[in-house]
C-alpha cells in the first residue's frame, strides 16, 4: 500500500534523452510507484521551444517554458538539457531548494562538478550522474559504493560510442576515417559538434568523471591528457590487424607510483592506442561502451552495454530517480564523494606506455645500427622490429621498419620519436601509435 505523499518530478529537456525519461515515467507508473513507495508525478517538463515537433504523445499541458517555477515546485528535478548555461543554475537553483537533482550532462559535471557537489553538501541534497558516464551501463554507482572499500588501480574505457562506431568502421569494412564519419553522421551518433567526439573532448569528461571517483581527487579537465582519433589513418587500421592489434580510443585513468623524485600520483588520458584483439574491450563493437576496471582486492571487472540513445540513457536517470525517491520516502544515507585522497593528476611524460613506431629509412649498411642507437640513447628498450622493403621508383630503394617498444615513460618514448625525426637515418615516420592492454 502507498502511504506516502507523491513526489513532484520535474524533467528540464524533453530531446533524445528527456522525451524517452518522459515517456517510461507515464507509461511505468504504477510500477515505479509500487518500487518507490510513493507515485512518481511528473509535474512538468522545461523546453526552450513549446511548438517544437516531439518523439512520443506527451500530454501538451506538461510542457513550459518557465523552469526557474517548474525547479522551485518539484522534489526531485531532472536535468536532460544539455549545455553549461542555464543547466548549472537550474540545477543549483534546485539543490539550493533543497530537491535532489539528477544529471546526464557530462560536461558540466567536468567542469563545474565541484560547485554543484558542494552546493549538494550545504543543503543536504543528492545529486546523481548514472547517465553522465557509457549511459546505460551501471559505472558510477558501482564505482561510488560498490567498489568504495576496495582501492581501484586503474581504469580503462571505450566511452565514446560514436567513435567507436567510426573506428569499427575502419577496422571491419575498411572505410577510410572520412567516410566512416559519414556513416555515424547519418546515424545520428555523433554530437551536434562532432569535435567533441572526434577530438576526445567527449571521452575526456568522462575520464574526469571516473577518476575522480575511483581516486577520491578533484580531477580538473584542463589536467587531462587528451588526443582524439583524426590522425588514425586506414594504413595504421590495416598494420593494426595484421599484428593482431585494434585500434581503440582508450580513456585510461590509473595509480602512478612515485619516482625517483619521490612524486606519485594519477594519470588520467584519452588517446587513440593499439589493444590486442583478445583484450575484453578489444571486442567492443560499433557505437558499444565497454570499462574494465582494475581493483586491488575485486581484480578485473569489465561493465558492457550501449553508451549512448535516448531509451538507453533513460534507463539509468529512471535508476537514480528511483533511488532518490527512495530516499525521500524510507530516508536512510545519502552518497557524498570524498576528493580526501587530493592525488596529483600527473603529466603524460610520467606515463608508462609502450609505442609502436613505423620508419622509412634508407635500404643501407649501418642505418638499422643508427635507429636502433636512437632508442639505447633515450634508455627505451626494442621489443620488436619488423622490415619489409618498400621500392620507389627514381630513387634508392626505402626500407619499411615497424618498430614495438617496452615500457617506458612518455617522455623517453616521445624524446626517441623527435630524435629519429632529426637523424639523417630516418626518411620518414610514417605512424606512432601508443600499445595498450599487454
Ligand atoms: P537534445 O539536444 O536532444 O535535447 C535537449 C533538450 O533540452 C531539448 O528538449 C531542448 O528544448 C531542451 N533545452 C535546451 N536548452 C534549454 C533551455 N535553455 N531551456 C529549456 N530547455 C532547454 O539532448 P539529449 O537529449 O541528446 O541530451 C541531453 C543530455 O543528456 C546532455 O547533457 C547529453 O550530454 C546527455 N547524454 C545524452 C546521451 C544521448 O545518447 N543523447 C547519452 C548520455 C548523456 P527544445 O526541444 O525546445 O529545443
Ligand atoms: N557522443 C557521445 C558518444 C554520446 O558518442 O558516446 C554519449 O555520451
Not at 510500477?31 to 509535474?43: C, D, I, N, P, Q
Not at 642505418?367 to 634508392?396: C, M, N, P, W, Y
Amino acid at each position: 500500500m502507498i502511504e506516502y505523499r507523491p513526489l513532484r518530478v520535474a524533467l528540464l529537456g524533453a530531446g533524445s534523452v528527456g522525451s524517452q525519461v518522459a515517456r517510461l515515467l507515464l507509461t511505468n507508473r504504477v510500477e515505479l510507484a509500487a518500487r518507490v513507495g510513493a507515485e512518481l508525478e511528473l509535474v512538468g517538463i522545461a523546453v526552450r521551444n513549446l511548438d517544437a515537433k516531439r518523439e512520443g504523445d506527451l500530454p501538451a499541458s506538461l510542457f513550459t517554458t518557465d523552469a526557474e517555477t517548474l525547479i522551485l515546485g518539484a522534489d526531485i528535478v531532472i536535468e536532460v538539457m544539455g549545455g553549461i548555461e542555464p543547466a548549472r543554475s537550474y540545477i543549483l537553483l534546485a539543490l539550493n531548494s533543497g530537491s535532489d537533482v539528477i544529471t546526464a550532462n557530462k560536461a558540466l559535471l567536468a567542469t563545474h562538478g565541484t560547485e554543484l557537489f558542494d552546493a549538494a553538501e550545504q543543503v543536504g541534497a543528492q545529486l546523481y550522474f548514472e547517465a553522465a558516464v557509457a549511459a546505460a551501463i551501471p559505472i558510477i554507482r558501482p564505482l561510488r559504493e560498490s567498489l568504495a572499500g576496495d582501492k581501484v588501480t586503474r581504469i580503462m574505457g571505450i566511452v565514446n560510442g560514436s567513435t567507436n562506431y567510426i573506428l569499427d568502421r575502419m577496422d571491419t569494412a575498411g572505410l577510410s576515417l572520412e567516410a566512416a564519419m559519414v556513416e555515424a553522421t547519418d546515424l545520428g551518433y555523433l554530437e551536434a559538434d562532432p569535435s567533441l567526439d572526434v577530438e576526445g573532448f567527449d571521452a575526456a569528461q568522462k575520464a574526469a568523471i571516473l577518476a575522480s571517483l575511483a581516486f577520491h581527487t578533484e580531477v580538473p579537465l584542463e589536467q587531462v591528457y587528451r588526443e582524439g582519433i583524426t590522425k588514425v589513418t586506414a594504413e595504421q587500421m590495416i598494420a593494426a590487424k595484421r599484428d593482431g592489434y585494434v585500434i581503440k580510443l582508450l580513456a585510461i585513468c590509473e595509480r602512478i607510483a612515485a619516482d625517483d623524485s619521490g612524486e606519485g600520483g594519477i594519470s588520467v588520458r584519452v588517446y587513440p592506442a593499439l589493444i590486442p584483439q583478445e583484450h575484453p574491450l578489444g571486442a567492443v563493437r560499433g557505437a558499444f561502451n565497454a570499462v574494465f576496471v582494475e581493483a586491488e582486492a575485486a581484480g578485473a571487472l569489465m561493465f558492457y552495454g550501449s553508451g549512448a540513445g535516448g531509451v538507453q540513457t533513460a534507463s539509468a536517470i529512471l535508476g537514480d530517480l528511483v533511488s532518490a525517491a527512495k530516499r525521500h520516502v524510507a530516508g536512510g544515507p545519502g552518497l557524498a564523494d570524498s576528493v580526501h585522497a587530493n592525488l596529483p593528476v600527473l603529466p603524460i611524460e610520467r606515463v608508462l606506455t609502450r609505442y609502436q613506431i613505423t620508419l622509412g629509412v634508407a635500404d643501407q649498411p649501418g642505418v638499422l645500427a643508427k635507429v636502433a642507437q636512437t632508442f639505447a640513447d633515450h634508455d627505451v628498450s626494442i621489443e620488436t622490429v619488423e622490415q619489409g622493403l618498400r621500392a620507389v621508383a627514381g630513387r634508392k630503394s626505402v626500407a619499411l621498419l615497424e618498430i614495438g617498444t617496452h615500457q617506458a615513460s612518455d617522455a623517453a618514448l616521445s624524446a626517441v620519436v623527435a630524435a629519429l625525426a632529426a637523424s639523417d637515418a630516418v626518411e620518414s615516420i610514417s605512424s606512432v601509435i601508443r600499445v595498450e592492454g599487454i
